[in-house]
């Protein structure tokens, strides 16, 4: 078993680092810490995964806290569409493809899912269709050949948990489909 890098260390890998997502097992006060010491060109949203026990409740969870617009159908189509809108900065910034707003200049999206154990726990069928969905709002090639060259933000999530239950987050994981690829590193320890 291999030990957490310092958490320092670990933020600076989730948010610098070429993997679009990452598992960090630290309380979730010293995650919020460690990122706000981070650079300003981050755009930070935090989901409350205690929230987002099942599909629609994650729908509005996500809706609230990226802000999303107020046609957001509330659906996995939805989500998709809208997490990949919000990374196009071609408009002037996250979110401007949206087309209500002028957006948020920053290079990064950082989406924290704290208490992440317990997202999609109702559902756990649902959790693959969200880690694609993300994987595809940070992957330009899955994108059509028009969207392609459009500028973007890169996307970083960070599913954290507390080392307690840090295990079960990654079987969780696991079994849904996230991969070394995506995360850099093995999805188990």
């Known amino acids: ?16 680092g070429t993997h679009w997502t990452s598992i960090l097992c630290y309380p979730r006060t ?32 996500w809706a609230a806290a990226l802000d999303f617009p107020q046609y957001f159908g509330h659906n996995w189509n939805a989500l998709d569409e809208c997490l990949s ?23 990064t999206l950082l ?24 994987r595809d709002a940070d992957s330009a090639a899955s994108w059509t050949d028009t969207r392609r060259q459009l500028p973007r933000a890169k996307l970083r999530l960070i599913w954290q948990s507390e080392p307690g239950l840090c295990s079960e987050l990654r ?12 995360t850099g590193g093995p999805a188990k320890p």
């Not at 078993?1 to 610098?16: F, K």
């Open 171 to 182: 079987d969780r994981l696991d079994r849904a489909g996230l991969t070394n690829r995506d």
């Open 30 to 61: 010293a995650v919020r810490d460690a990122i706000q010491k981070r650079s300003t060109t981050i755009y930070q949203s935090i989901v409350d995964g205690t929230q987002c026990r099942d599909s629609q409740k994650l729908f509005t969870s």
């Open 85 to 107: 809108d919000y990374v196009v900065t071609s408009k002037g910034g996250l979110g401007s493809e949206f087309g209500d707003r002028t957006g948020v200049i920053a290079d």
């Open 1 to 16: 078993m291999t030990a957490e890098p310092s958490l320092p260390v670990a933020i600076n890998d989730a948010v610098l």
């Open 111 to 134: 989406i924290i899912i704290e208490e992440a154990t317990a997202i999609l726990a109702d559902e756990p069928e649902r959790l693959g269709d969200l880690i694609r969905i993300c």
